[in-house]
C-alpha cells in the first residue's frame, strides 16, 4: 500500500498563489510519475501537469506559464506551485503517483484531495 498526503490546498484571491505538497509513503521501491490533476464541480477530472522521475514535465494548456510541478525523490514528494491564480482553477486539487512498490509490482494511488478556491 501506498498512500499520498495532500496539504496546501484553501482560499485564495485571483492573482496570488498557493503551493501544493503531496507526499508518499508506505511502501515504496521506486516511483515513476508523479503528478497533478483536479476536478471542478460537474466537469470530469482533468490532468493538471505530471513530472517523471527524470525530471521531465508536461502540463495542460491553461496552466503553462502558471504553475509549476516539482519532485523531491529524496522525500518521494511532490509539489505545484500555483501562481497567478484564476478563479477557474478552483477545484478538487488530487495527487497522483505511479510506480514499484517491488520488482515487477506495480502500483498507482491518489491522494484524498484538497479544495482550492480562488475568488474573484
Known amino acids: 500500500q501506498v498512500q499520498l498526503v495532500e496539504s496546501g490546498g484553501g482560499l485564495v484571491q485571483a492573482g496570488g498563489s498557493r503551493r501544493l505538497s503531496c507526499a508518499a509513503s508506505?511502501?515504496?521501491?521506486?516511483?515513476?510519475?508523479m503528478g497533478w490533476y483536479r476536478q471542478a464541480p460537474g466537469k470530469q477530472r482533468e490532468l493538471v501537469a505530471v513530472?517523471?522521475?527524470?525530471?521531465?514535465?508536461n502540463y495542460t494548456d491553461s496552466v503553462k506559464g502558471r504553475f509549476t510541478i516539482s519532485r523531491d525523490n529524496a522525500k518521494n514528494t511532490v509539489y505545484l506551485q500555483m501562481n497567478s491564480l484564476k478563479p477557474e482553477d478552483t477545484a478538487v486539487y488530487y495527487c497522483?503517483?505511479?510506480?514499484?512498490w517491488g520488482v515487477g509490482r506495480s502500483f498507482a494511488s491518489w491522494g484524498q484531495g484538497t479544495q482550492v478556491t480562488v475568488s474573484s
Open positions: 497522483n503517483a505511479r510506480g514499484l
Open positions: 508506505g511502501r515504496i521501491f521506486s516511483i515513476n510519475a
Open positions: 513530472i517523471s522521475s527524470d525530471g521531465s514535465t
